[in-house]
């Protein structure tokens, strides 16, 4: 298994962020998790970025979750609490860049990766871009209470509902319809479109930026309830062992029969 990068460059006050495992859609490995938290710190104390881009490499796929084949050594549900507390730190931390994030997304957006474009800002796709988390048809396991506070604010319970309890995903049209993507631009377009808009908002005041994302993020996890129950429960369960040894092995899962 490729361990994949993530990439950082910044040319002209912009910072570039590439999730760089093409030939996996993308899916993070723990390694690429531990590059995008170190990448996000040095983006924390460099007071010459003035705006953010992360994008994937490839064009098939922003990020498509987490690689699955991953969780095969899990062995206990405190292994699902480690593993959610790992993410919601790295999540955390993209959300705390001072400066304005821009997502560019082509392609798939699951999991993990929804997670991850649901952090920034500010989010622009294609039209063939989809989104969700299908974890109840593929793996068996659950999201972490300040990630479902992010989607939910993002897209609305209803929505994020159907993308956890009916394993749906979105398509761009309705992502855009309910305020998730700002924009949605034809696939030759979108570099230009990104362009633009880090143009626009790295001309505008700094501090009145970093000041209010920190509030609007102090708002959102403020008072967020305690999960680790939830997670034990999920992550210790036999269904969760069954999804993983299905995706191992290339078939269906069997739900609640193991």
């Avoid at 361990?3 to 570039?16: I, K, M, P, Q, Y």
């Avoid at 871009?129 to 897209?155: D, K, Q």
């Avoid at 997670?231 to 299905?246: L, M, Q």
């Amino acid at each position: 298994m490729s361990e994949g990068t993530v990439d950082l460059t910044v040319r002209g006050g912009v910072a570039s962020v590439v999730f760089n495992r093409p030939q996996a859609r993308n899916a993070m490995t723990w390694a690429m998790y531990g590059q995008l938290g170190q990448v996000c710190n040095q983006l924390q104390a460099d007071a010459s970025v003035r705006v953010v881009m992360f994008r994937g490499a490839g064009g098939e796929a922003f990020v498509a979750g987490t690689d699955i084949g991953q969780f095969a050594a899990f062995a206990s549900g405190d292994d699902g609490v480690a593993y959610e507390k790992q993410i919601d730190q790295c999540i955390g931390q993209l959300e705390s860049l001072p400066m304005p994030t821009v997502a560019v997304i082509e392609g798939w957006a699951i999991g993990g990766g929804l997670a991850i474009a649901t952090a920034c800002d500010f989010r622009l796709a294609t039209p063939a871009s989809r989104f969700g988390v299908p974890i109840a048809r593929t793996l068996g396991n659950c999201l972490s209470v300040a990630n479902l506070a992010r989607l939910c604010a993002a897209f609305g319970v209803p929505r994020v509902k159907r993308m956890l309890l009916l394993a749906q995903t979105l398509a761009a049209d309705e992502a855009l319809d309910c305020g998730f993507l700002l924009q949605v631009s034809a696939a030759g377009e979108i570099d230009a479109a990104a362009m633009d808009l880090c143009e626009q908002l790295g001309a505008l005041a700094p501090v009145t930026q970093s000041v209010t994302k920190e509030g609007l993020r102090r708002l959102a996890s403020h008072h967020l309830p305690v999960d680790e129950d939830l997670i034990r429960r999920c992550y210790g369960s036999a269904d969760f062992r069954e999804g993983v040894a299905a995706f191992m092995a290339k078939r269906k899962p069997a739900w609640g029969k193991t």
